[in-house]
């Protein structure tokens, strides 16, 4: 199970983290990532963390501004998200991976967490 929070609306140029509490499962043995989905579109991946905490891999509209991690203490996954734009706007996704290492290809996802962001 995935459980996010952290969403919200935020002015342009802002900051938000989004969070991710994984429950039932080996979380050390899945590479994390982040998905977003903006409406009539499929999702698309924005970020990764592979088991092992690198390699992390971003989207290119992305690179510079978020940042992947994740707390194997805690089970917990986190996209730190600074300098929004408008077009970071969408519903996000926390997911688990098919393996260790980032593949793109989603296993379970969470809820979704709506990030909106004006201008």
């Known amino acids: 199970q995935l459980v996010q929070s952290g969403g919200g609306l935020v002015q342009s140029g802002e900051s938000l983290r989004l969070s991710c509490t994984a429950s039932g499962f080996t979380f050390d043995d899945y590479a994390m990532a982040w998905f977003r989905q903006v409406p009539g579109k499929e999702p698309k991946g924005v970020a990764c963390?592979?088991?092992?905490?690198?390699?992390?891999y971003y989207m290119d509209s992305v690179k510079g501004r978020f940042a992947i991690s994740r707390d194997k203490s805690k089970n917990m996954v986190y996209l730190q998200m600074n300098n929004l734009k408008p077009e970071d706007t969408a519903l996000y996704y926390c997911t688990t991976e098919v393996a260790g290492y980032c593949s793109g290809v989603a296993l379970d996802w969470g809820q979704g967490i709506q990030v909106t962001v004006s201008t």
């Open positions: 963390v592979s088991q092992f905490e690198s390699p992390v």
